[in-house]
C-alpha cells in the first residue's frame, strides 16, 4: 500500500479492513480517553468539596463518592431542564449584551447549585447535614474553574491577536563553546 500524499482524502468506503479497524480503536480509545479525563475532573471535583466540608458531609463508605461522580450528570441535566426555560426567557427578554451574559451566569450558577443539592439528595448513602453549604462550594469551585478557563483563552486570543507566541522557538539555537 503506497502512502497518501496531504492533498488526498480519502472516504471511509475507500479503506481497507485493517484500515477501517485502526480507525474504530482509535476513535474509541479517544473517546474513552475523554470520559476517562472528566471522570477524573468530576471526581477531583467531588473530593475537593467532601474534603473541605468533612464536618457536613458523612459517607458510609467510599462507594457512596463513586455514586455522586455518577449522579453527577443526570443530575447536572435534571438541574438543567428546570433552569433552561428561565435561561431562555433571560435571553431573549435582555436588551444588553453584559446583562445577557451576566444573566447567563447568574443561571449557569443556579444550574451548578440545583445540581448539586440533587446529587447529595439522591446519593445512596451519602448523609449532608446543611445540604446548600457543600452545594454552595461546589458552585464556587466551578465559577473559579470557568473564570480561570476564560482567564486562559483571553490570554491566548490576544496572544494571537498581537502576535506575541507564548513561547519562543529557535531555528538555530546557540552553540556553546
Known sequence: MEPQRPGDESTWASLSTPEKVSAALG????????IAALVTVVLAGVLV???LSSNLIAADSASALVWAVVLCLPCGLLAGAFTTPIRLVLRLTASSHRTKHSADMAISAATTFLGALLV???????HVEHPWLPALLATLLVALANLTI??????KSHAKATGTATHVEHKNPPTQR
Open 120 to 126: 447529595e439528595s439522591f446519593t445512596p448513602g451519602l
Open 49 to 51: 468539596v467532601v474534603f
Open 27 to 34: 476513535m474509541t480509545a479517544l473517546v474513552l480517553g475523554i
Open 150 to 155: 476564560n482567564h486562559i483563552e483571553s490570554r
